[in-house]
């Protein structure tokens, strides 16, 4: 079946903008996460949905940023009045169940974010 | 900071070798699953070793987990140039949810 897909896959915008990132998980998934990866910082969790609440934001690196996710499948992130910091590769998971212990993540192909 | 180190940073290999990549971490886990990924974008997924378990295979894949000293090394045998790509380990932290954290990647080289 279709995997994880992610749009756009590449972003430019001005600093001070909005932008919104979108992920559609696979079909089933009930859970869904959010991943950042840039140069300085690696691979860091942002958020995971199970369902439709978010038991985990932690990773959120300030309240600019936001997500939600209706009907248990899409999401869509939300960077507001976005800093060139912000820049990076944004990468969506979706899974059959978070936490499991032999839950797997399966990655979309990404969102390049650049801030001009 | 990260849960994951990975080591070696990069290595560098002739077609045909094995190679060895290294992970350690900092608390007790559910699992750790190696991804792989190219030019930058999405991760695949290779294997997921359950924290009661010390050796999985798949294919030309190694996995092994020494949980007594919170590592894990992935071997990739017989070596081909499209194994070219960054591995990166990533650890299920026990009672933490879903969030998977990630090592710093090693970066691989396979040369024809």
């Known amino acids: 079946g279709a995997g994880v897909s992610q749009s756009p896959s590449n972003k430019v915008t001005e600093k001070g903008k909005d932008v919104e990132l979108r992920c559609d998980p696979i079909s089933g998934h009930t859970a869904l996460y959010w991943y950042r990866q840039s140069l300085g910082q690696g691979l860091e969790f942002l958020i995971y949905f199970q369902g439709n609440s978010a038991p985990d934001k932690s990773g959120l690196p300030s309240d600019r940023f936001s997500a939600e996710r209706t009907g248990g499948s899409v999401s869509t992130l939300t960077i507001q009045r976005t800093q060139q910091e912000d820049s990076a590769v944004y990468l969506c998971a979706s899974s059959l169940f978070a936490g499991g212990t032999t839950d797997t993540q399966y990655f979309g192909p990404g969102t390049r974010l650049t801030v001009l | 900071s990260q849960q994951g180190e990975e080591d070696p940073q990069a290595l560098s290999i002739q077609e045909g070798e094995n190679a060895t990549m290294n992970c350690s971490y900092k608390t007790s886990i559910n699992n750790l699953q190696w991804y792989r990924q190219n030019s930058g974008r999405g991760l695949v997924h290779l294997i997921l070793?359950?924290?009661?378990?010390r050796e999985k295979h798949s294919g030309r894949l190694r996995v092994t987990l020494d949980t007594s000293k919170k590592s894990s090394s992935l071997l990739i045998t017989a070596s081909r140039a499209a194994d070219t790509a960054s591995y990166f380990c990533a650890t299920l932290i026990y009672n933490q949810g879903g969030k998977l954290i990630f090592g710093q990647g090693t970066e691989l080289s396979v040369k024809p």
């Open positions: 070793i359950r924290s009661n378990e």
